[in-house]
C-alpha cells in the first residue's frame, strides 16, 4: 500500500478564491481556521492571499505582502508546516522570513526572471505546477495532444532549471495543476496516470479539492463537491501522491484513515 500523504489545508486570505473567498480575510478568523485545521489533522496549512482561480485578476505585490504576513507571524506556534502559496520571489522571501517553510508556487518559478535564484537563496521546499498560461486565460480553449507526456516534460524542465539554478532537488515538490489550463478529459487522463509522475523523482502534490472538473461530471456546486473532492484524494493517495491539498480537512483525514486501514488489514497475522 503507498505511503500515507500529508494533508495540506487550504486557507486563502483573500476576498475572491473559487471555494473560500473573503471567509477567512481577516487576521482573527485566518488563524482561528488555521488552528482549527490542524486539529482535524493537517500537516501543513498552505496561506496565500492572491487568488489564481480561473480569472482571477492580479493582486499587487504590496497588498498580497499585507494580507499574508501578518497570518504567518501569528502562526509562529503552530504545530504544523507553513506554505506560501505565491507567484513573487519577493513574497516567497517575506514569508519565509516569518516563518514559512515551503514555497507554493503555480507557475513554477517562472513568473519573476529572479525566481530560480531566490527559490535557491531560500533552501526551502519549492512545489513547482503546472499551468497553461496564467489565471486570466488559462482555461481560453486549453489544448494538448498528449496532456500527460507535455506536463510531465514541462515539469522536467522546471525542475531542471531549478536544479541548475541551485535548488536542491530533494526539496522539490510536483504539482500536475489540476484545474489550470486543463479540459475535463485533460484532468481526467492526469488523474488516471498520476503515478507516471514518479518517474521525475520528486514527490507529487495532487489538488483536486472542489474544483470545476467536479462540477464538470455531476453539475455540482463548489461547495456541494465534498464527495468528489473525497474520492480524487483517495486515487491520488492510491497513486502515490506525497501531499494532498484540501480544504475539507475533517473529512479527507477520516476518509484516508480508513482507506489505509483497509489496505492495512491483516499484514501482521
Same mark, same amino acid.
Given at each position: 500500500?503507498?505511503?500515507?500523504?500529508?494533508?495540506?489545508?487550504?486557507?486563502?486570505?483573500?476576498?475572491?478564491? *473559487?471555494?473560500?473567498? +473573503?471567509?477567512?480575510?481577516?487576521?482573527?478568523?485566518?488563524?482561528?481556521?488555521?488552528?482549527?485545521? =490542524?486539529?482535524?489533522?493537517?500537516?501543513?496549512?498552505?496561506?496565500?492571499?492572491?487568488?489564481?482561480?480561473?480569472?482571477?485578476?492580479?493582486?499587487?505585490?504590496?497588498?498580497?505582502? /499585507? !494580507?499574508?504576513?501578518?497570518?504567518?507571524?501569528?502562526?509562529?506556534?503552530?504545530?504544523?508546516? %507553513?506554505?506560501?502559496?505565491? !507567484?513573487?520571489?519577493?513574497?516567497?522571501?517575506?514569508?519565509?522570513?516569518?516563518?514559512?517553510?515551503?514555497?507554493?508556487? =503555480?507557475?513554477?518559478?517562472?513568473?519573476?526572471?529572479?525566481?530560480?535564484?531566490?527559490?535557491?537563496?531560500?533552501?526551502?521546499?519549492?512545489?513547482?505546477?503546472?499551468?497553461? +498560461?496564467?489565471?486570466?486565460?488559462?482555461?481560453?480553449?486549453?489544448?494538448?495532444?498528449?496532456?500527460?507526456?507535455? =506536463?510531465?516534460?514541462?515539469?522536467?524542465?522546471? =525542475? $531542471?532549471?531549478?536544479?541548475?539554478?541551485?535548488?536542491? !532537488?530533494?526539496?522539490?515538490?510536483?504539482?500536475?495543476?489540476? +484545474?489550470?489550463?486543463?479540459?475535463?478529459?485533460?484532468?481526467?487522463?492526469?488523474?488516471?496516470?498520476? $503515478? $507516471? *509522475?514518479?518517474?521525475?523523482?520528486?514527490? %507529487?502534490?495532487? #489538488?483536486?479539492? !472542489?474544483?470545476? *472538473?467536479?462540477?464538470?461530471?455531476?453539475?455540482?456546486?463548489? $461547495?456541494?463537491?465534498?464527495?468528489?473532492?473525497? /474520492?480524487?484524494?483517495?486515487?491520488?493517495?492510491?497513486? +502515490?501522491?506525497?501531499?494532498?491539498?484540501?480544504?475539507?480537512?475533517?473529512?479527507?483525514?477520516?476518509?484516508?484513515?480508513?482507506?489505509?486501514?483497509?489496505?492495512?488489514? #491483516?499484514?501482521?497475522?
Amino acid at each position: 500500500m503507498s505511503k500515507l500523504p500529508k494533508i495540506m489545508g487550504i486557507l486563502n486570505v483573500t476576498p475572491d478564491s *473559487f471555494a473560500d473567498g +473573503g471567509r477567512f480575510d481577516s487576521v482573527s478568523r485566518a488563524v482561528e481556521r488555521a488552528h482549527e485545521m =490542524v486539529g482535524e489533522g493537517a500537516d501543513i496549512i498552505d496561506i496565500g492571499g492572491e487568488s489564481t482561480r480561473p480569472g482571477a485578476d492580479v493582486v499587487e505585490e504590496a497588498q498580497e505582502l /499585507a !494580507r499574508v504576513i501578518p497570518v504567518i507571524e501569528a502562526l509562529g506556534d503552530i504545530d504544523a508546516e %507553513i506554505s506560501i502559496d505565491t !507567484r513573487r520571489p519577493a513574497v516567497a522571501r517575506a514569508a519565509i522570513a516569518v516563518g514559512a517553510s515551503i514555497w507554493n508556487d =503555480v507557475t513554477a518559478l517562472e513568473f519573476d526572471e529572479n525566481s530560480p535564484d531566490a527559490a535557491a537563496e531560500l533552501s526551502c521546499k519549492i512545489i513547482l505546477m503546472h499551468m497553461r +498560461g496564467n489565471p486570466e486565460t488559462m482555461q481560453d480553449n486549453p489544448h494538448y495532444k498528449h496532456v500527460v507526456t507535455e =506536463v510531465i516534460s514541462y515539469l522536467k524542465g522546471r =525542475v $531542471d532549471i531549478a536544479v541548475k539554478a541551485g535548488v536542491k !532537488r530533494e526539496n522539490i515538490i510536483i504539482d500536475p495543476g489540476i +484545474g489550470f489550463g486543463k479540459r475535463l478529459v485533460d484532468n481526467l487522463d492526469l488523474l488516471q496516470h498520476l $503515478d $507516471d *509522475f514518479h518517474k521525475l523523482g520528486c514527490p %507529487i502534490l495532487l #489538488g483536486t479539492s !472542489r474544483k470545476s *472538473f467536479i462540477g464538470n461530471i455531476d453539475s455540482s456546486a463548489v $461547495d456541494e463537491r465534498l464527495g468528489g473532492s473525497i /474520492a480524487s484524494a483517495l486515487w491520488g493517495a492510491s497513486m +502515490g501522491a506525497s501531499i494532498l491539498r484540501i480544504h475539507d480537512v475533517k473529512e479527507t483525514v477520516q476518509a484516508v484513515s480508513i482507506w489505509r486501514a483497509i489496505g492495512e488489514c #491483516g499484514r501482521d497475522k
